[in-house]
């Protein structure tokens, strides 16, 4: 079996006019909200294989800020650059291109690639995924290559808003 957390970005500001769209930081929200959903995904004792982020500046800033809360080593995220701009079919070909020795991964996108391309691989459809949510799939698989709906569980979706003290 695999497991996919599809996570998007935490918020990004928008107060540096002088920086590239890929180059903008999580604004205070967003850097609060990254280690509260790094938080929830630790007491749910998740610890995947493999975290795979954007190269943007707000998904690497979330990624890292995850894998923090979850101990799992901010060297050792993949950063793949195609995730920025990517659609639906270009974020499935790197899911199916993800290496088989990790059972699970989390992948930390943009929308609104990231709210499609869950949609496309749930079999219970999902709103608009806010900044920094979290959505879990297991597929009955052994190999990324064969991540299909078709083969899909939903396991859950999960928002800071739901780990609001």
Not at 23 to 34: K, Q, T, V
Not at 62 to 69: D, G, N, R, S
Not at 121 to 146: G, R
Request: include cysteine; hydrophobic fraction near 40%.
């Amino acid at each position: 079996m695999k497991t996919l957390y599809l996570m998007r970005h935490a918020k990004s500001s928008w107060s540096f006019n002088d920086l590239s769209d890929k180059e903008r930081p999580l604004n205070d929200r967003g850097r609060c909200d990254a280690p509260v959903m790094g938080q929830a995904l630790a007491k749910r004792n998740i610890r995947p294989g493999l975290l795979v982020s954007s190269g943007a500046v707000r998904a690497l800033s979330t990624a890292a800020l995850v894998a923090k809360e979850l101990e799992y080593p901010s060297d050792q995220i993949q950063v793949v650059d195609d995730i920025y701009g990517a659609d639906v079919d270009g974020l499935l070909h790197i899911i199916q291109q993800l290496p088989d020795q990790a059972e699970s991964v989390l992948l930390v996108g943009h929308n609104n690639t990231i709210t499609d391309t869950a949609n496309a691989l749930s079999p219970s459809p999902l709103n608009e995924m806010p900044t920094a949510a979290v959505v879990c799939l297991h597929f009955h698989t052994d190999s990324w290559a064969q991540v299909h709906r078709t083969n899909a569980e939903f396991y859950f979706f999960d928002t800071p808003k739901n780990n609001e003290a």
